[in-house]
């Protein structure tokens, strides 16, 4: 019988579907608490609060997997600090450690990797590999629709739960540096904004796409806690990403060309770059050549784009798809050639590398099918849920947790929510 712990999840109650649904087929499920909102979501066949510091956790956890002939585990990205010692304890034990995180392609995928992702995936990228794969045919299924209200609703009631429970967990420290009261009042910031947006750029994209079509490079920022940046990059931060950008813009790119910063959706009450921008404008001599924007609709900006910069966003696989020559300055499983300019970044602006539309449609078969699980975590969850558990049986007895067919009785409607 399969034993599987689930550490920390997604904002809400993605991880305690999956978990209670892979109990109806016949998984022991454990589920690890580190602060109130992980035990205000959490489910699992048994739970246990962990309280320690975070140096102690890596034995606990050796403990806690032995104790319990545990034989896999589901966490949510693989760069916060507590995954990060849970992976190397789960390498160093034989372990399997499955690794969830938003879908490389976007909206409507999740993504479900073994042993990491992003730069970290143990999925084989190469060409070879690549053009090696036989398609197996799956097509994506409905759009999922907009999450954003979900998402606010799930993060809030989170970090409410995380602060009410703030002394059972007082060695806790959360990834993010903000306090609880911070992120609600950065939230709230975010829809006013959001609405502030709508309105003082109403008139802008028809700039962009009638006179300024084919001569803007697009900057799509990241948000200014991504781990992307911070383990996937050796820029120091965001501000320092915008300085690089500007700077071999000013000094590379023909004299007609504007370059479009396109600030992220998710960090939008958060941080706000404007005056960082107006000071390399005047340093760097290229006043009324930066156009600095926000919510403005992603796939009409690539249709018009002339490149694409990106740190390592999966805007960059978007782009792609667009045919947009694109530059990555981090590390991302995208950043191959034939696909990205494998060049320097002055290089780029001058003669950037076209994108090889016949490797791309392979790359994009391969990713979708080996790593995407169509769905949210935060709507439609349950289909998403039947997404997860197909790929286990797609798996077979070698790759899945699972009997190879489902006890009969245990499928699920489709949750319309």
Not at 167 to 184: D, I, M, P, Q, V
Request: net charge positive; glycine share 8%; proline share 4%.
């Amino acid at each position: 019988m399969s034993v599987a712990v689930f550490l920390q999840g997604p904002h809400g109650p993605f991880f305690a579907r999956l978990a209670k649904r892979l109990s109806q087929l016949g998984v022991v499920t454990h589920k690890i608490n580190f602060n109130g909102g992980d035990r205000f979501f959490g489910w699992g066949n048994a739970q246990v609060d962990f309280t320690g510091r975070e140096v102690d956790w890596p034995a606990f956890f050796r403990r806690y997997l032995s104790e319990h002939k545990v034989d896999t585990v589901f966490a949510y990205g693989d760069c916060r600090r507590l995954h990060e010692s849970a992976k190397k304890v789960c390498q160093s034990m034989g372990v399997a450690f499955i690794v969830f995180e938003e879908g490389y392609l976007r909206p409507d995928f999740v993504t479900m990797e073994w042993g990491g992702v992003n730069a970290f995936s143990s999925t084989n990228w190469s060409r070879q590999a690549i053009h090696q794969y036989l398609p197996r045919g799956r097509t994506p299924a409905s759009p999922v629709g907009h999450t954003f209200w979900r998402r606010a609703y799930f993060a809030s009631a989170y970090y409410v739960a995380m602060r009410l429970a703030q002394a059972e967990f007082s060695s806790y420290r959360h990834h993010r540096n903000r306090s609880w009261l911070k992120e609600g009042v950065c939230w709230l910031r975010s829809f006013y904004r959001k609405g502030l947006y709508k309105i003082t750029e109403r008139g802008l994209i028809r700039q962009l796409t009638e006179e300024f079509s084919g001569r803007f490079y697009l900057f799509p920022l990241q948000t200014c806690d991504d781990f992307q940046l911070r383990k996937h990059s050796d820029l120091l931060s965001i501000e320092n990403a915008i300085d690089v950008v500007c700077k071999s813009f000013a000094r590379n790119a023909p004299e007609d060309t504007v370059i479009v910063i396109k600030h992220h959706p998710m960090d939008r009450g958060f941080c706000h770059y404007q005056k960082l921008i107006s000071v390399l404008e005047a340093r760097y001599q290229i006043s009324g050549r930066v156009i600095y924007c926000h919510d403005l609709h992603l796939p009409t900006l690539l249709d018009h784009a002339k490149g694409v910069v990106t740190i390592n966003s999966t805007v960059g696989i978007s782009a792609l798809l667009h045919k947009v020559p694109t530059k990555v300055l981090g590390r991302s499983l995208y950043d191959l050639p034939g696909l990205t300019h494998q060049g320097s970044l002055s290089n780029f602006w001058q003669q950037p590398e076209p994108v090889d539309t016949a490797f791309f449609r392979r790359f994009h078969t391969y990713l979708y099918e080996r790593t995407q699980v169509d769905g949210s975590f935060s709507r439609g969850i349950t289909s998403t849920v039947d997404g997860v558990c197909d790929r286990f049986q797609e798996m077979g007895v070698k790759g899945s947790i699972l009997p190879v067919s489902k006890p009969a009785g245990t499928d699920a409607k489709t949750d319309a929510k």
